[in-house]
C-alpha cells in the first residue's frame, strides 16, 4: 500500500471518527428530549454501529501486519 493510499485512508477515517462522534452527542440530545423519537433514535444507533465497523476495518488496512 503507498502512502498517498495510507493519507486517503487516514482522511477517510478521521472524518468517519467525526461523524461517530456527533452521532454519539445526537444520540445522547435525543435522549434527554421530553419526547425522543425512537424511530429516529434506531437509525442513528445503527448508522453509528455502520460507522464503528468501518472505521474498524480501516484501522486495520493502516496498521501493519506483525508477524511474531
Do not use: C, N, W, Y
Not at 11 to 33: G, K, W
Not at 35 to 56: E, F, S, T, Y
Amino acid at each position: 500500500m503507498g502512502q498517498e493510499d495510507v493519507g486517503e485512508l487516514q482522511a477517510e477515517l478521521a472524518r468517519l471518527q467525526q461523524e461517530h462522534r456527533d452521532l454519539d452527542a445526537a444520540i445522547d440530545a435525543l435522549h434527554q428530549s421530553p419526547a425522543p423519537d425512537l424511530l429516529r433514535l434506531q437509525r442513528m444507533k445503527k448508522r453509528k454501529l455502520l460507522l464503528r465497523d468501518r472505521i474498524a476495518f480501516i484501522e486495520d488496512q493502516i496498521t501493519p501486519d506483525i508477524i511474531a
